[in-house]
T-cell receptor
Framework: DTGVSQNPRHKITKRGQNVTFRCDPI?????LYWYRQTLGQGPEFLTY????????KSRLLSDRFSAERPKGSFSTLEIQRTEQGDSAMYLC???????????FGPGTRLTVT | TQLLEQSPQFLSIQEGENLTVYCNSS?????LQWYRQEPGEGPVLLVT?????EVKKLKRLTFQFGDARKDSSLHITAAQPGDTGLYLC????????????FGTGTQLKVEL
């Protein structure tokens, strides 16, 4: 299967701990996006990369959040000092430059207790 | 902040009925995508529309992009239980790296 993969699928952590999620995009896709989805809502844009360059960050991405895509392939999203409000589904999507179609991974469900 | 509003928010119908979901905005989008999402999974792309007035069909699903590229609709004919899910519209604007602005979602349940 060559779709977008995300790990872990579920993460339960205590408030104040740091967590890191990984996204592996479709192999030839240059662009990689992170979104966050809370219960009953549509996903909200967080940030995106074109190759290894992070080109845009949403105001939703506080200083506790950092994302990297060091070699233009997989990406990581780290949340430091987690808060209960960070509980959500974190979705990764990838696309080629040009075509608008984005393909999503299965998401990482974060629960902060 | 551009918003995409979907209606209805919830829809529960019987197998065989037809339905239409609407996606409206005051902003112009260069393209609009429709996704379906199952619980605990990521959204799955159904269709992309890019031209004002465009109509696309996917089996029993018909998608239309408004002439002004501000709105879209999804029509399902003879709904089946397998159509149950969360339907999301998402718009992209030119120059924004194609980042998507998602609608509020329509939760569809089709019962036997």
């Amino acid at each position: 299967d060559t779709g977008v993969s995300q790990n872990p699928r579920h993460k339960i952590t205590k408030r104040g701990q740091n967590v890191t999620f990984r996204c592996d995009p479709i192999s030839e896709h240059n662009r990689l996006y992170w979104y966050r989805q809370t219960l009953g809502q549509g996903p909200e844009f967080l940030t995106y990369f074109q190759n290894e360059a992070q080109l845009e960050k949403s105001r939703l991405l506080s200083d506790r959040f950092s994302a990297e895509r060091p070699k233009g392939s997989f990406s990581t999203l780290e949340i430091q000092r987690t808060e209960q409000g960070d509980s959500a589904m974190y979705l990764c999507a990838s696309s080629l430059v040009g075509p608008v179609e984005q393909y999503f991974g299965p998401g990482t469900r974060l629960t902060v207790t | 902040t551009q918003l995409l509003e979907q209606s209805p928010q919830f829809l529960s119908i019987q197998e065989g009925e037809n339905l239409t979901v609407y996606c409206n905005s005051s902003s112009v989008f260069s393209s609009l995508q429709w996704y379906r999402q199952e619980p605990g999974e990521g959204p799955v792309l159904l269709v992309t529309v890019v031209t004002g007035g465009e109509v696309k069909k996917l089996k029993r699903l018909t998608f239309q992009f408004g002439d002004a590229r501000k709105d879209s609709s999804l029509h399902i004919t003879a709904a089946q239980p397998g159509d149950t899910g969360l339907y999301l519209c998402a718009g992209a604007q030119e120059g924004g790296g194609n980042k998507l602005t998602f609608g509020t979602g329509t939760q569809l349940k089709v019962e036997l």
